[in-house]
């Protein structure tokens, strides 16, 4: 079946770095395009980035370019997200999402907390 999981959440300082991974089963991995998201508490989900099926193209989210960067490795099914120069305000829950033209596939989600 299906599956998108998340790893590599966990507790930062500000100014710290995380990588999270998003290991992809169960469909086409090299066909579709894949998305970071971000849910912080009480507010809505929203687009971090996305990265186009083979990986030419990136979009970012206007108030993270420059710290974060998606990247993605077909041959290993996994989608990548480096964040950089963490900040509280990034603390929240990270989802990845695959999308084609008819169907999409969340994660689970993973925990960052950014805190002294």
């Known amino acids: 079946q299906v599956q998108l999981v998340e790893s590599g959440g966990g507790l930062v300082q500000p100014g710290g770095s995380l990588r999270l991974s998003c290991a992809a089963s169960?469909?086409?991995?090299?066909?579709?395009?894949m998305s970071w998201y971000r849910q912080a508490p009480g507010k809505e989900r929203e687009l971090v980035a996305t990265?186009?099926?083979?990986?030419?193209?990136?979009n970012y989210a206007d108030s993270l370019k420059g710290r974060f960067t998606i990247s993605r490795d077909n041959a290993k099914n996994t989608v990548y997200l480096q964040m950089n120069s963490l900040k509280a305000e990034d603390t929240a829950v990270y989802y990845c999402?695959?999308?084609?033209?008819?169907?999409?596939?969340w994660g689970q989600g993973t925990q960052v907390t950014v805190s002294s």
């Open positions: 169960g469909f086409p991995f090299w066909s579709y395009a």
């Open positions: 999402r695959a999308q084609s033209t008819l169907v999409e596939y």
């Open positions: 990265i186009t099926s083979t990986g030419g193209r990136t």
